[in-house]
Structures are given as C-alpha cells and as structure tokens.
C-alpha cells in the first residue's frame, strides 16, 4: 500500500539508513537490542496529531509556512497569509478540550489491540500540549501528563512526539511579518547566539519530557529538515542524558540516519520486500486522509486496514495508526468505529501478528502465491488470507516451510484440525468465506 506522494509532510531519508551492526560498539548497544526486541514484539500503535490545528479543521500547522502552499490547497483557511498567521496562532485562546478523558481513549486503545500511543506533545506550530517552563505558548491542562497516566495505568506503551521546529519561538521565527519557509529565517553562522538559544530551547524540553512524565518507550522527533548542517541540533549532547533518565526508550529522529534513529518510520506506505529497512521499522498510515482532525475526512475501510497490517506485520515492521482527536478533546466516530472493528479482528486472530517475526523471503513470496499474508513465532506459522474470499485450498509443500507439521487450525476456534488430503494439500471449509481475512495457524515440529 503506497498513498498519494504529492503532500509536502511527507519526509524523506537524508542519509544512508545505519545497520544493526553500525550500533554494536555504541555503549547503549546492550539495552538497545532489549528495547528493539521489545519493539518489535508490539506490533500495533497509534499516533495521535491533536493540537490548535483541530480547532481550525486543517492539515496540521503546516498552513503558517508560506512556502508549504500545498497544505493550503485546494483552499488556504484564511484568504491571506498575515490573516492566517493572526487568526491561527490566536487559537490558543479558544482550544478547551473540555471533554478530554484519557482514561477513556486508553479504553479504545485497550479493546483495539494498540500496544503503544505516540502523542503530539507539540507540532510544528510551537503550541505545546503540555507544561513547559520554557515556554508561554502552551495549554491550560497537561494534557500529554494527564495522557502518559491513563496509558501506563492501562499497559500501553507511552510515546512523546516532539518537533524539533518551533514557528512560534522567536529564535526559529522573527514574528516580523516577512513570509517563512519551514526552517529557520536566519542564517545561523550570521546569528550563533541565536542559534544556541534555540538548541538550549529544544535540550531543555527534551529534558522535561523524559524527567516528568514516566516511562517513555519512544521520543518520536519530527521535521526532518532540523538538525542538517543547516540546523544542527547536537543530540549528542542531549539524547545519552536522556537515556539515563529513561534507558527503555527508543530515540527515533525520523528520517536523519544516525546513531539517534533508532528505529525507521516509513510514512503512509509499506515498503516492497527487496527495500525494506534493515533496521526495525514502523508505517506510518492514517485512519483517515489527514493525520490531525479534519472536519470530513475520508476514513479508510477496516479491510484495508487489517490488509495493510498483514503486509507491514509480514514483512517484519511494526504500524502505527494516525488518529486525530477533535477540538472538544473526544476521538471521531469514525475512528473510534475502525478501532473497535480492529479489536474484534485481533481478539480472534492476534496469535498471529503480535511477538512474530518474519518468514525467509521465499517462503513469503511462496504463500503470496496462494494469496496469503504469513508470519511465524517459535512455535508455528501463520496465514491469513488476503482476498475478501480466501482460496479452497491450501498447498503446505508449495509454501516451502522448514519443520512443519501438517495440523492446520483456525486461529480464535476450539474446532478441530482441518484434514489434510494427499501431497499434503487443506481443503479449507466454506465457513471462512464468511470472516474477514481469518488466520491459520500451521503448528511448527
């Protein structure tokens, strides 16, 4: 699944992707291969974009960038950009999530089979979602604290997304009227000082996050435009303090490479298997269009949801799913139905997609020739149809699987094993024609 490329958020690769030996003579290499493993058990997250950009209804913040005018296309919010930039940065008199329940989003979460939630703690706009000393531009209520709460007393792991752009901030932007690009307006070897202001900014920030809110399992960094030569960040100095505070989490400074992308995160696509990372990765696929709230949004269907996570999962990546929570602080119906529909799926099929691990790429190209979707754990395969009417059959010696024993049973059912005819071939019953993309499980020697 790729979706449409012609949006500008959507970031690509600066350097060559790091390999899992680039980091083995790093000192945090020992609790990194723990916390990958950990990683790579979850499977399913969320991603939520919630911020002032709800309150308008559009894509994000990136409308205030003057040189991002797709985000203002096919219609800007405001006709001109001075009424924009006024009227958007106002609405942090008007944004009162007044019926916020975390508790009640980990409840969906929860029943939906979500194992982590990355929150937006502050976007590119610079309005944080938490409280900061560092800054006046935030909510009235913690709400990342109140989040990060309701997650971990539900089990579900917690994930701070963090800009490291801040429009607001006026050592990134003047607010001098004059039109901007997403990255600084300055050049930094004219300015230092200024500079170094904003980096002592960005540090203490990041030195909130991980010392005030729990464990974190990942501090998601977003604008991948900041820290390049143009804009260094000097993460170096500042990500190992922060892994003193919190050594479970994983540092995912998306698209930069390096020592500080822990993991990759592959946005609103599912790699082809000859290109997918060799790192542990993550897609990034929205529920809807739009990552942030729009009122109207186009909802995906869950069929091509659970396809979606069967072609991540058998691949070897996690996914994460993008919700945008309204303005009043509730989720949208829509997704909150998608979510419940996805629960229903993975009570009855998630033996087979969380704590697996990648088949060799022959063996998954052999049972996309049946039409399957496949994953594995020690002790057996797992196969999920991937038509909305899986096949009749079922060949287990053209699946080319090493060790396996012909007992082929339906993952969620007490029934008993399917009958296995002659050269190994399952006669699959009419009854599955019936269940959206129902797994198989093969028992494994």
Known sequence: MTEETSRGDIESTKEKEWTAADFSQLPEHAQLEKNWTWFQNQKIG???????????????????SDADRWARQPKAWRPNMTQLKQDYWGLAQQFAPTHYDPAAWAAVFKNAGI????????????????????????ADADLFGAFAQAMTQAGIGVGAYYSKADWH???????????????????????????????????????????NYGPLRMLWLDAGWVGDAREPLALDQIIPALWQKQPQMLAVDRTMGGRFEQYVTPERQVPDIQNRPVLPWESNIPLANNWGYTPGDTYKSIG???????????????????????????????????????????????????????????????????????????????????????????DLHALHLPDTQPIVTRLGWQGQPFPVKAQHVVRLPGSLRQSLHPGLRIAKV
Request: glycine fraction near 8%; charge should be neutral; aromatic fraction near 12%.
């Open 115 to 138: 194992r982590y939630a990355i929150f937006t703690t502050k976007h590119h706009d610079g309005f944080n979602m938490y409280h900061t000393q560092y800054s006046d531009y935030h």
């Open 169 to 211: 901030h006026p050592d990134y932007w003047r607010p001098d009227g004059t039109p901007k690009n997403r990255g600084i307006d300055f050049d930094r070897h004219q300015d230092p000082e200024r500079w170094q202001r904003y980096v002592t900014f960005v540090h203490h920030q990041l030195t909130e996050l991980a010392a």
């Open 304 to 394: 091509e949801i659970i396809r979606t996570i069967l072609q991540v999962v058998t691949l070897g990546g996690n996914i994460v799913l993008g919700v945008g929570p309204k303005p009043d602080g509730t989720l949208p119906a829509p997704a909150s139905r998608l979510l419940h529909q996805l629960g229903g799926w993975l009570a009855l099929n998630g033996q087979g997609i969380y704590n697996t691990r990648p088949v060799a790429a022959a063996a998954i190209a052999a049972a996309r020739r049946q039409g399957y979707a496949i994953t594995q754990d020690d002790r057996a395969y797992y196969l999920f149809p991937l038509a909305s009417v899986p096949p009749q059959t079922l």
């Open 46 to 64: 969320v991603l939520l974009h919630w911020g002032l950009y709800a309150q308008a209804g559009i894509i994000e913040s990136w409308e205030l």
